[in-house]
Structures are given as C-alpha cells and as structure tokens.
C-alpha cells in the first residue's frame, strides 16, 4: 500500500467536506464514517474486477450446462438424398440410431462446377422443406453454407453417383458431322453398322489431367476388341485411329445424390452465452484493477489536524503508484 502524512490547522469538519469534493473530482466519491471526533473518508474505483475470477468459472459452469443439452436432447447424423427424393429420418451416431425429423427435405436438383481441368470446383444442392405438406423453405446450400429448419441444420457434406448413368457418345464421319448418337449404360455392348459393337468400360472425372475421359471398346467382326480412352475436352481424339468414321465422348449424365449432415444442438446458444461470459470474465480478470483509497482526518490538540492518504490497488501497481501521487499532491495544496 502506499501512505502520506500531513498536518494542516483547520476545523475537521471543514477538511472533511473539502476533502470529500477533491475525492470525488479526482479520483471516486468517499463514503464518510465518523469514529469519535476522527472522520474516515474511503473511495474505491472497480469493485467488480475482484468478481473476474468467478465470472471465469461460471462461464465454464455454463458451457458445461449447454454441452450436456446439447448431448441429450440433440443429435449429430448424416443422410444421402438423391436428386428427386426425400427423406424424413435419420441415421444419428451413438444411441440415438433412426430420428424422425417431423418433416421432409427434398433434394430438388444436384450439380458440380469444373474447372478448366476437370477438377471439382463447387458443389450445390437446392433444397425444399416440406413440413404438414406443405413446401415452407426453399434454398440452395453448399458448403459453409448450411440449411436451417427448426433448430435442424443441414450441412452440404459429400456427393456421389446414385445408379447407373447415361453416357452419350458420338459416331462421326471423317468430316466430324455426327453420324448418330449412341446413349450407353455401363458396359452395355451396342452393335453400330459399319463401325463395330460398342461398349463403355470405365470413366475418369480426370484422367492424366486431360479432364474427363471413357474408356471404350471396340470390337470388329474377326477382330479381336481394341480398347482406348476417349476425352471429352478433345473431341476428335480418336480421329487418329484413321477409320472412315470416329467415336466422340460427348458426356455422361449422371444422376447423382447429395450427402447431408444434419445436426440439432438445443444447448449451443447457452454454449455461446457461456464464451461470451468468459471473455467478459477474462477481460474483467486480466484488465480491471480494484484501486482504494482511504483518507484519515485526525483532530490535533493544538488545532492542527493530522490527515493520513492511504492507498492500495490489487493490479497494475505502476499505474497507480502515479495516479496516487497526483491525487496526493492535488489534496495535500488545499
């Protein structure tokens, strides 16, 4: 603590009140007690620092409330919805097993963005809540950016073939005019006049970083099957073979179904009050410093009145030291 004696010849009472003006212009209003002829003045600055510790340990009470709500009367699941369905229920982890969700989430459309190579580069679903029969929600989701319903949010999370898909592919003339259309199911072997039996073997969404590619083959009468790779960034690929007519990748429509993760979580606001409550109570804890001052008027027997200024902080002590000083030499000139 810090201390400083004066003495000054003036009625206590009189120093009290004058006292009490330079307390509360400089520093906090004192509260005044009075023990026999002896005034006792106390001002204090942040009380509320010395509750930062408990503020801290009530923020993890709190946490600890919402996570345990969360935990019981929420769930964490996943889903695949193909394009066209819907569903009502889900798979969870954990205990819970089949949770019927009390309305429906129909996948109206999936579709991929590409780049230039054929990578991936963002996937969409658009999504319809369908609750008492009624569509009441509409909304395209990706990822990061969830569907919420009824405290049930649903996260765009994977994807993938539903099935069979159709593979379309282009029998073209020398000059590249299209012939005739072919539209091949997965190793299904197509007889095509004057070129050969035709069949799709397997398909790469980027093969060698050409982009998407179908391996095909192709089986003459007598001859035995050749097999080779057709890209679609480069139609005319299979020109090179030299025959009057040359097979052309011209896509593949696949149907596809979107993977959902769907999580209800009834505690995370009480989570988020309890964080918020914790960085009160941290800032409180680290930056709050409660500062005391106490003032003491003695009356002296020759008139002369002893004061003594005392003062005390339960951080930043530096600090203080200086705001101390210039209070003291502030009341120490009235």
């Known amino acids: 603590s810090l201390a400083h004696r004066w003495r000054k010849k003036a009625d206590v009472r009189e120093l009290a009140d004058t006292y009490t003006r330079a307390l509360q212009t400089h520093f906090a209003k004192p509260v005044e007690t009075t023990n026999s002829d002896t005034v006792h003045l106390y001002a204090e600055k942040a009380a509320y620092s010395r509750f930062g510790v408990y503020i801290t340990h009530l923020s993890i009470i709190i946490i600890f409330i919402g996570a345990m709500i969360g935990n019981i009367f929420g769930f964490k699941g996943y889903v695949n919805i193909v394009q066209g369905r819907s569903v009502s229920n889900v798979q969870t982890r954990g205990s819970k097993g089949n949770v019927d969700l009390g309305f429906s989430v129909r996948n109206n459309r999936f579709w991929i963005e590409y780049y230039p190579n054929g990578q991936p580069k963002e996937y969409f679903s658009d999504l319809t809540v369908i609750d008492g029969g ?4 509409k909304q395209r989701i990706e990822v990061n950016s969830p569907l919420q319903y009824k405290g049930v ?31 091949l199911l997965p190793n299904q072997r197509v007889p095509v006049e004057g070129v050969g039996t035709v069949a799709a073997e397997d398909y790469s969404e980027n093969f060698q970083g050409f982009g998407p590619a179908l391996l095909v083959s192709l089986t003459k009468e007598g001859e035995t099957a050749n097999r080779f790779w057709l890209f679609k960034n480069f139609p005319d690929f299979d020109k090179r073979r030299g025959d009057s007519s040359y097979l052309s990748f011209s896509g593949i429509d696949t149907i596809f179904y979107t993977g959902l993760q769907v999580a209800k979580d009834p505690g995370v606001n009480i989570v988020w009050v309890g964080c918020t409550v914790m960085v009160i109570g941290i800032l409180v804890a680290f930056f709050g410093s409660h500062r005391r001052l106490w003032l003491k008027i003695v009356p002296g027997k020759d008139g002369r009145a002893e004061m003594v200024l005392a003062g005390a902080a339960n951080k930043n002590r530096l600090s203080f030291e200086k705001t101390f000083a210039r209070i003291r030499d502030e009341i120490a000139k009235l």
């Open 134 to 137: 009624q569509e009441v929600k």
């Open 153 to 183: 949010w649903f996260y765009q999370s994977s994807y993938g073939p539903a099935g069979a898909s159709n593979i379309t592919v282009d029998v073209k003339n020398s000059d590249g005019s299209v012939n005739k259309r072919l539209t």
